[in-house]
């Protein structure tokens, strides 16, 4: 049975979150959490379209500078996103915290370069005090780890960026 401050700490999770809807169920307890957007349409009054041919992406450049800036940007803060089909994006399951390693005082389970197979734990995401191990799903190399230790990540939220084999 979920205990008051655990509800509402679910409450906080799914108010700050993009989840619309949160459904929980065990020993003959249900709890239902719904968020109430009147300016939104529900998903039931949106009309179904025909499914339109994919469209290929082109590199993001995230954080460009204009071109009549005097301003000249750190190196390191320019960042290109490529768009690349052998890259698999593990994402998370859950919305929680994100950590990088089984306590503070550890390695990180991998890092850039390390090699994965479909049962390598990759991270942790803990959520109501529930530490879940997050696992990689497919054979590959991570080649970015898109979020910090400790982060709060949402449901879906990318996590790692693996160049599958």
Do not use: W
Request: glycine share 4%; with cysteine.
């Amino acid at each position: 049975m979920l205990k008051v401050q655990e509800i509402r700490e679910l409450i906080k999770l799914i108010n700050d979150s993009k989840i619309d809807e949160f459904e929980y169920e065990t020993e003959g307890t249900k709890v239902i959490l719904r968020k109430n957007r009147p300016s939104e349409p529900s998903p039931a009054a949106v009309p179904v379209t025909q499914a339109q041919a994919p469209v290929q992406a082109a590199p993001v450049v995230v954080n460009p500078v204009p071109a009549d800036s005097s301003v000249q940007p750190n190196q390191e803060e320019l960042k290109e996103t490529r768009v690349d089909s052998n890259l698999h994006k593990i994402i998370s399951p859950m919305v929680g915290t994100f950590y990088a390693a089984p306590n503070p005082d550890a390695e990180p389970y991998v890092k850039v370069g390390s090699k994965v197979n479909p049962d390598t734990v990759v991270c942790i995401v803990e959520a109501m005090k529930l530490f879940n191990e997050i696992e990689a799903e497919v054979k590959g190399e991570i080649v970015e780890v898109l979020v910090e230790n400790g982060q709060l990540v949402e449901y879906g939220q990318p996590l790692f960026l693996v160049k599958t084999e």
